[in-house]
């Protein structure tokens, strides 16, 4: 029984420790714990086949709006391959759609920090 209970959290610590974490301008947005809120930039231009992402946390965006798409620890932008699955890494990682506005060839959707392993309120 002791083995099987070792076991069970040595998984459960393993899979949130691997948990993907969303870089935006070289910075973890994870591990950032006055960050409650996030915006979700998405540019849908025509042609394009993958949506062209960025997110606003709070930081001086213009004008390296480049600088701040999703990344990989290494740098690298993730690519996606569409807004939902954007919204699946966002939700992934901890971050809860809240509301979004929308034009013509752009989208903002703001984000907020989820707390792991409290219910999530889908009825907003």
């Not at 709006?65 to 966002?90: H, K, S, V, W, Y």
Request: glycine residues 6%; hydrophobic residues 40%.
């Amino acid at each position: 029984m002791k083995k099987c209970l070792i076991f069970l959290m040595l998984c459960l610590s393993l899979g949130s420790s691997l948990r993907a974490q969303v870089y935006v301008n070289g910075i973890d947005i994870n591990q950032q714990p006055d960050l409650v809120y996030i915006e979700l930039i998405v540019d849908n231009r025509a042609f394009q086949r993958q949506p062209f992402a960025v997110i606003d946390h709070g930081q001086l965006i213009w004008p390296s709006f480049q600088d701040d798409r999703i990344t990989n620890a290494q740098g690298e932008p993730i690519r996606f391959n569409g807004e939902m699955a954007i919204f699946n890494f966002l939700y992934k990682n901890g971050w809860q759609h809240e509301i979004t506005y929308s034009k013509e060839t752009y989208a903002l959707h703001i984000f907020k920090r989820r707390v792991i392993g409290a219910e999530v309120d889908f009825g907003h």
